[in-house]
C-alpha cells in the first residue's frame, strides 16, 4: 500500500513526514536538510529554483524570488495590500484574485505553492523508492474556506491528491497523542 506524506506547508519552511513503525519521520530534502524553505526563484536563463538554492540567491534577484507565498493563498486582490508592501516582487491583480510576477510570467499561489510541494513530494518519493500520490497538508487554524481550497489546488497542481487539510493546532495535538 502507497504512503501518505504529510506535509508542513509553512510561510518560511516546510517538511514533509511519513508514518513508520507508528512514529511520523521527518524526510530530509536532497540538500539534507529537515526543512526546506518555501522559496521559489525564476532565474534571466530561465531556470526554477525552489528550496534552499532559490533562498541562497535571493538577495541578488529579490524581484524573482517569490517567499511568503502563503500570505496571499487563497486571498482578493484588495485584502493584501499590507502584505504587498513586505515583498520586493511584484504582486498583481489576476481579476479579483492575486498572482506575482516573475521573469515576466504571471504566477498564482497555488501555482507557487505547488512547486515547493512537488520538490516536498519529490524528497518524499526518494526515501521511499516510490511514487507517492496522497498528502495530508496543515494550514494555521485561521485560514478561511478559500485558503484552505487554495491548499488543495496547490497539492493537485503537484500531482497530490490532498485526503485532508488539518489545522496545524490539530496536527500537533495528534502528535502528542502518538506517545
Known amino acids: 500500500m502507497a504512503k501518505i506524506i504529510g506535509i508542513d ?5 516546510s ?17 539534507g536538510g529537515r526543512t526546506t524553505p518555501s522559496v521559489v526563484a525564476f532565474t534571466k536563463s530561465g531556470e526554477r529554483l525552489v528550496g534552499q538554492v532559490a533562498k541562497r540567491q535571493a538577495i541578488t534577484n529579490p524581484e524573482n524570488t517569490i517567499y511568503s507565498i502563503k500570505r496571499f493563498m487563497g486571498r482578493r486582490f484588495d485584502e ?26 504571471e504566477y498564482t499561489p497555488p501555482q507557487v505553492s505547488a512547486m515547493i510541494l512537488q520538490k516536498l513530494k519529490k524528497a518524499a518519493e ?24 487554495a491548499t488543495k489546488d496547490a497539492g493537485k497542481i503537484a500531482g ?13 495535538a495528534l502528535a502528542y497523542g502518538l506517545d
Open 80 to 105: 493584501v495590500s499590507d502584505e504587498m508592501k513586505m515583498v520586493p516582487y511584484k504582486v498583481v491583480r489576476q481579476g479579483d484574485h492575486v498572482a506575482v510576477l516573475a521573469q515576466g510570467k
Open 126 to 149: 526518494d526515501y521511499l523508492g516510490g511514487g507517492v500520490t496522497e498528502a495530508v497538508i496543515t494550514v494555521p487554524a485561521y485560514f478561511n474556506d478559500a485558503q484552505r481550497q
Open 15 to 31: 517538511v514533509v513526514a511519513v508514518m513508520e513503525g507508528g512514529e511520523p519521520k521527518v524526510i530530509a530534502n536532497e540538500e
Open 160 to 172: 497530490l491528491d490532498v485526503k485532508r487539510i488539518v489545522n496545524e493546532p490539530t496536527a500537533a
Open 9 to 13: 506547508l509553512g510561510t518560511t519552511n
